[in-house]
Every structure is written in structure tokens, then in C-alpha cells.
């Protein structure tokens, strides 16, 4: 049967803690696949040991160092003109460190491309994220295509998905997977197998495109005979309750052991106007809580104790049936969650209620939670964001968060999300958003506020309708986009430039704006930018410092690329996960029982 190489792409540096959790898309299109026949190996960039291969350590080092210094002096309010001169030696080794580790990685990719052209295989599969990893994969892809004319090479994940045609007009790949790429896969490796093609890629290209045009084929992008930029695809919904639980080599993979559940695609609501969730998904599709548990179960069965929720929106009443199922069973598992606040939470039914659910969650396992607040005005969330909520549902459901909290004796961590600065249609004064937000975060008192600007990502409603939300974009927006490149904890007034404008601001004044925000959370005594997975992080690798030490670490290892306390946390998170899988199986055994 048909072998693929499936590659997680990465950037030349790590862009959060949290990026080296378990590649949970990639092992489920293994199990899946190799479940009819197929042989699927993962190669996986996003782990320790490769990003070692790629940092000089010496430099990344004294990169470490400098900054450290810079901060004390800024804590200390000492030696302002030293600080001055160490920062731009820090700059000048930045630069040089960028330039080795490009160097490097280009010398890495080519090693898998001889390796990939080597191996006599028809298929190489990329998993593509945005930004620096995007422009890493097409040179991949590029390399394996000028080394071997017959490879089909193929990607999937986030970006084809989100930029459907712009993705094949600005990159080399031959095909692209869009959505849940189990199934497209599966049809492409068949056609690899049929005899009658004999895997010959011309072939392949001509058949797939035959399909696509007559239905049989779907998630799938293909260019037209002609290889021009017309794209030929046709996407369906996926099949969230056929989803295969993946199974992973932990003794090789060098990754950190939090499973990514596929608890639900899509969301409840929909209708958010700067979200692109509605554009992959019409609704919230659920799985069945009993299966979730199951693939958890499976999990501890493996070593993992440690979860993240990937649906937007883990609602009260849809995750007490999952926390039902895991106090039912048994398990001691955490787990974070992102979620909507409740609509009208306020009334004392739906809020006792809300506390209800929340705390049969904590009791379950849930450490930390993400909420999208957006804004504290009223008129923004409603007209600009249609976030159909107000800033009423979010605070009484901080606070039904709080009880439940109280009531299960647990703390919980809760990460709430603006976008600032924001458009206002002329309507409301940028200065009233700014301190109605500030209110919101002073009487609510989240553990973190993650704040980041607006983009009007391609096929959201702010980038359909952009004049009318005051969004001026260059011609070459949507292709600048998929490759710009951000590191969380990076002052925003320090992103790179994009070709955006919102109303009389431009894209510097935008970051200014965004900045000064966060400081102003920061000045009542709340962190930003520390998210739902960094808790989780931060809690299961014992850290005694609090969020903003946290914070600050992890900060210095990704300016500098010296990840040496990040793979302390690592460990440290590892032996966790793994004591709680432990504690599982030997409740297991002493009752003699299987958890269900």
C-alpha cells in the first residue's frame, strides 16, 4: 500500500511555550490512514531536538544574557546608557543569530528533500502554518519538485484551509488538503495504488482534477490541465464523529505531552464579524462526550495526563457532559478549555446554573479557561464585533466562574481576550472603548487579558465589508498575510509593518494604540498575554514564580533562541503528565475494573 511522509512545518524560532505540545492533526490522519492500509510516517520539526539543530547555542546564548541584564537595569531603573548600548549589541547578535539559523535550516530541509527523493515514495505531505513556517514549506516543496519531477507534493492545515485559492496562487504545491484532510487523503492514496495509473504523477494530477470536477472528490485543490492560477475545488463539511484517536512514539518524538482533544468543530454562535470560523464550519458540531472520554482514556493509556480542548467555543452544558463522563470513570486528568461567556448570565436561573456546570468541570480536571471578551463596550461588540453578547454576560459569568471555583475548592485560571484597537463606524470615541475595557478587566479581575489587534483575516465579514468598518488594505494584503511572521510576548509596537490602515490610523499608530492598552491592564496587576495552554504550562511543570516570571522566561528564550529553561519546564511538565497517566492506570488495577 501507498507510504506518505507527512512534515510539521516550523519557523526558524519558536513563537510561544506552548509550541511544542503533541502534533495532534498529524496523528490522527496516521491513525486513520494506517487503519486502512496505508503506511504514513510523521516527521515532526516542532520538538527540542530540532530546534537545537537550528540555534547556535553560543550566540542564542549571549543573546540570553544581554537581555537579562537590560531588564534588571529596567526593573532597577539603573544605567540607562549602558542599556542603550547592550540593546543594540543585542540587536547586531539577533541579526546575526537569524542568519545562521536561515542558513541552517535551509541546509536541514535539503537533507530531507534528498531524503524524501530517496526513498522512492509518490506522495510528501506538509503541514503549513502561517507566516515563517509558510514560506519554509513552499521552499520545501520547491526543493523536493527540483530534485524529482514524479513526487506529488501536497500540504493541508490552517492556511490552505483559511486561503483556499490565494494558497495555490502563491505557493508550488500541487495539491492541497482543505478542512479535516483524512478522507481527501485516503482517496489520493488509493489512486496512488490503483494499477491503472501507476502512480504516475501527471497521471494522479489528471485524475484528481477529473473528480473534483465530477464531486467524487472533495477538500481537495488542484490547478486546471493548463497549470494556470484558475484553482479547481469543492468542500464539504467534515465527519467530526467518524475522527480516529491518534497514537503517538513518545519515546522518540522529543514533544511535550498535552493532547490536543477534538471536542467540537465550529460554534455555537457564528456570526462573529472579524472570526473565520463560520467560513470552515456553518455550525457547532459536537462529538459525542462519550467518545471524547474515550479518546482521553486512550491517551492516559499512553502516558499523557495533560489536555487541551481545541473548539472554540466548550460551552457549559456541552463540557458538564464531558466532566460527567470523566468523574464517572474516574480519570485525574487537567485540561484547559476556550469558551463564550453565557448569555444572560445575570438571570439567577442561568447563573446558578452556569456555576453548576463550571464546577463539575474544575472538579473534572479544568485548570484554565480562554474567553473571547473582545471589548467592554456595548455598541462596539454589538455593531462592529456582533459578539452577541453584552459586557453584562461577561462579567456575570467571571463571576459564576468564581463561585464554581469556590465551590470545588480548585482554582481556576481565566484568560480573557480583547481585540484593541477596534473600529467604531464613527459612533463611539476610541478613548470610551479603551476605558470601557479597562473597567471591564478591573471589576472582573482575570488571571490574564490577552490583547491583540484587529486584522480583517480573508473571508471574515470585517474583510468582505472592510470599508464599511473603516479597514484600508494594500493590494497584496492577503498574500503579505499568510506569510507575516509575530512572536507572542513581542511588544506589538515591534511587529513588522502590513499593509493595513484603520480609519485615521496607520499601521504603527494601530500597534502604538494596542501597546498602550496592555500596559495600562498590566498597571491594575493583571498579566498579559499568558494564555489558557501557558497556565496549564505553568501549573503542571510546578513553576513557583507567578504568571509574569513565567511570562518572562519564556519571553527571553524565544527572543533568543536559547531554550534552555524552556526544556526545564519541559521535563518538568513531561513527569507530570506522566504521573497522572500513572495514577490512572494503577486505579485501574487496584479495582480490578476497566474505568468505564
Not at 128 to 138: L, T
Request: proline content about 3%; hydrophobic content about 40%; aromatic content about 8%.
Amino acid at each position: 500500500m501507498a507510504k506518505i511522509t507527512i512534515c510539521n512545518m516550523i519557523a526558524t524560532k519558536r513563537r510561544s511555550a506552548s509550541d511544542l505540545f503533541l502534533e495532534n492533526g498529524i496523528g490522527i490522519l496516521k491513525s486513520h490512514l494506517e487503519a486502512r492500509g496505508h503506511r504514513v510516517e510523521p516527521l515532526d520539526l516542532a520538538t527540542s531536538s530540532f530546534y537545537k539543530k537550528i540555534s547556535p547555542a553560543l550566540i542564542s546564548r549571549l543573546v540570553r544574557s544581554i537581555y537579562e541584564i537590560i531588564l534588571w537595569n529596567k526593573d532597577g531603573n539603573k544605567h540607562q546608557q549602558s542599556t542603550k548600548v547592550l540593546f543594540g549589541l543585542a540587536l547586531m547578535l539577533q541579526k546575526l543569530n537569524t542568519a545562521i539559523r536561515k542558513n541552517l535550516m535551509r541546509k536541514q530541509l535539503a537533507l530531507i528533500a534528498d531524503r524524501i527523493v530517496n526513498s522512492g515514495d509518490k506522495i510528501f505531505g506538509i503541514k503549513v502554518w502561517y507566516g515563517e513556517s509558510f514560506q519554509w514549506a513552499d521552499k520545501l516543496a520547491q526543493m523536493i519538485q527540483k530534485r524529482s519531477s514524479s513526487i506529488l507534493v501536497i500540504a493541508g492545515g490552517y492556511h490552505p484551509s483559511l486561503y483556499e485559492s490565494d494558497f495555490m496562487q502563491h505557493s508550488h504545491f500541487d495539491l492541497a488538503v482543505t478542512g479535516e484532510g483524512e478522507h481527501p487523503l485516503e482517496q489520493i492514496l488509493n489512486l496512488i495504488d490503483d494499477p491503472s495509473i501507476h502512480g504516475h504523477k501527471e497521471q494522479l494530477l489528471q485524475e484528481i482534477r477529473q473528480r473534483i470536477l465530477e464531486g467524487r472528490l472533495t477538500n481537495t485543490m488542484v490547478r486546471d490541465a493548463r497549470h494556470d492560477l484558475k484553482v479547481l475545488h469543492t468542500r464539504v463539511y467534515p465527519k467530526i464523529l467518524e475522527k480516529a484517536i491518534p497514537r503517538f512514539d513518545l519515546a522518540q518524538n522529543n514533544k511535550m505531552r498535552v493532547h490536543i482533544v477534538v471536542d467540537s468543530l465550529g460554534c455555537a454562535w457564528g456570526k462573529c464579524h472579524f472570526c473565520v470560523h463560520s467560513k470552515f464550519f456553518s455550525q457547532m458540531v459536537p462529538r459525542d462526550p462519550v467518545k471524547i472520554v474515550d479518546e482521553i482514556q486512550t491517551m492516559t493509556e499512553q502516558g499523557i495526563g495533560l489536555f487541551r480542548f481545541s473548539g472554540s467555543d466548550t460551552f457549559p452544558g456541552f463540557g458538564v457532559l464531558i466532566a460527567k463522563e470523566i468523574l464517572r470513570r474516574r480519570l485525574d486528568v487537567r485540561y484547559t478549555i476556550g469558551a463564550r461567556a453565557t448569555k444572560n448570565a445575570a438571570d439567577p436561573a442561568i447563573f446558578e446554573q452556569t456555576v453548576s456546570h463550571y464546577e463539575q468541570m474544575i472538579r473534572s480536571g479544568m485548570l484554565s479557561v480562554f474567553m473571547g471578551g473582545e471589548t467592554g463596550n456595548d455598541w462596539v461588540n454589538e455593531h462592529v464585533m456582533n459578539k452577541g453578547i453584552t459586557s453584562e454576560d461577561i462579567r456575570w459569568t467571571i463571576r459564576a466562574m468564581r463561585k464554581a471555583e469556590q465551590q470545588a475548592g480548585q482554582k481556576l485560571y481565566i484568560s480573557l481576550a480583547f481585540i484593541y484597537p477596534t473600529p467604531t463606524l464613527g459612533n463611539v470615541e476610541l478613548e470610551q472603548v479603551f476605558q470601557d475595557n479597562l473597567d471591564l478587566v478591573r471589576e472582573t479581575k482575570p488571571d490574564s487579558v490577552m490583547v491583540t489587534p484587529p486584522s480583517p483575516f480573508k473571508q471574515s465579514t470585517w474583510y468582505k465589508n472592510r470599508r464599511k468598518f473603516g479597514f484600508v488594505l494594500n493590494d497584496t494584503f492577503v498574500q503579505d498575510l499568510m506569510k507575516y511572521e509575530y512572536v507572542l510576548y513581542k511588544p506589538v509596537e515591534l511587529w513588522p509593518d502590513i499593509g493595513i490602515r484603520l480609519d485615521h490610523m496607520d499601521f504603527k499608530t494601530m500597534m502604538i494604540e494596542c501597546g498602550r492598552l496592555r500596559r495600562a491592564i498590566e498597571q491594575e496587576g493583571i498579566e498579559t498575554d499568558v494564555s489558557d495552554e501557558h497556565f496549564l504550562m505553568l501549573v503542571a511543570s510546578g513553576y513557583s514564580g507567578k504568571a509574569n516570571g513565567f511570562k518572562r522566561q519564556s519571553m527571553l528564550d524565544i527572543i533568543s533562541g536559547d531554550y534552555r529553561w524552556s526544556e526545564t519546564i519541559e521535563r518538568q511538565l513531561n513527569r507530570f503528565s506522566k504521573d497522572l497517566a500513572k495514577k490512572n492506570r494503577m486505579t485501574s488495577i487496584r479495582t480490578g475494573k476497566p474505568f468505564q
